[in-house]
């Protein structure tokens, strides 16, 4: 039997450029089981059930302002250094249709711990659902990898080594998970310095949430950190955001 060659298209050209950007990073996954039963509740209660995608980004962002450690990124232009950002931009991968092929896009939501909840789940869904060009970031990423290799290859390098630049490009944190799917990943490759991913949330609650990181940037001890105060953060200003949502909601009823 023989088989047949398939043309890579333009946006499985953009995940192999963003696999072979990823391999020159050292990243390291940290773990910790965290108890939700109180964000769940909380979540259904609130009348727009605000996807569970906004809320990690949200709560993620808003302990990256405390910890300047999660806003950095190691660069090597002029020369190798650490880069620290002022505010946060999360790079949320999405998976689409496009040209009758199921692809990943990458979509940046800016500032998402200065803005409602609501409204980073709305951004999350338009994300999900406009047509893919009519999103910025989706018609960047598609003329980028319809490009020559060599011209590709320089754009993607000059834009993780350019620290101002980068973070506009390619966010200062990303997250990616598969537990809508009833599945999880367990050590996302990428090139930016955290990333997030959850699992299948328990009837109970509990799920098990992994950072990985740039062991350039910065340590496991620090990471194990931020995972404490993300699941504090969760339970308490995004769970008390949720609440009053729901309360609001039930008063303009």
């Known amino acids: 039997m023989r088989g047949k060659r398939i043309r890579l298209s333009p946006m499985r050209r953009f995940v192999c450029d963003l696999m072979r ?3 020159s990073a050292p990243t390291v996954p940290v773990q910790r089981r965290m108890h939700l ?8 209660a609130h009348p727009s059930r605000p996807s569970w995608s906004a809320i990690f980004i949200k709560a993620y962002a808003k302990v990256a302002s405390e910890m300047q450690e999660l806003r950095r990124a190691y660069v090597k232009l002029p020369w190798p ?10 790079s949320l991968a999405i998976k689409r249709e496009y040209a009758g092929e199921d692809v990943v896009f990458i979509g940046r939501i800016k500032n998402p711990d200065r ?3 609501i409204e980073a789940s709305r951004i999350v869904r338009d994300l ?7 999103c910025k970031d989706f018609r960047r990423e598609l003329r980028v990898s319809r ?8 754009l993607w390098w000059l834009g993780l080594n350019i620290g101002r630049q980068r973070g506009n490009y390619f966010g200062t944190f990303a997250i990616s998970a598969y537990s809508a799917l009833g599945a999880e990943s367990l050590h996302p490759l990428s090139p930016i310095t955290t990333t997030i991913t959850y699992g299948v949330i328990d009837p109970d609650g509990s799920v098990d949430v992994r950072i990985i990181y740039d062991h350039r940037v910065t340590d496991g001890v620090t990471i194990a950190r931020a995972l404490e105060k993300l699941e504090d953060e969760l339970t308490t200003d995004i769970c008390d955001e949720l609440r009053a949502g729901a309360l609001a909601s039930k008063l303009a009823a």
Do not use: C
Request: proline share 13%; charged share 15%; glycine share 2%.
């Open 128 to 134: 999900q659902t406009m047509p893919v060009l009519d």
């Open 81 to 90: 250094h650490i880069y620290e950002y002022p505010a946060n931009v999360a």
């Open 115 to 117: 803005i409602p909840l």
């Open 37 to 44: 039963a109180n964000v769940i509740a909380a979540r259904a």
């Open 147 to 154: 490009l020559p290799w060599p011209f590709r290859g320089l």
């Open 21 to 23: 950007a990823s391999k």
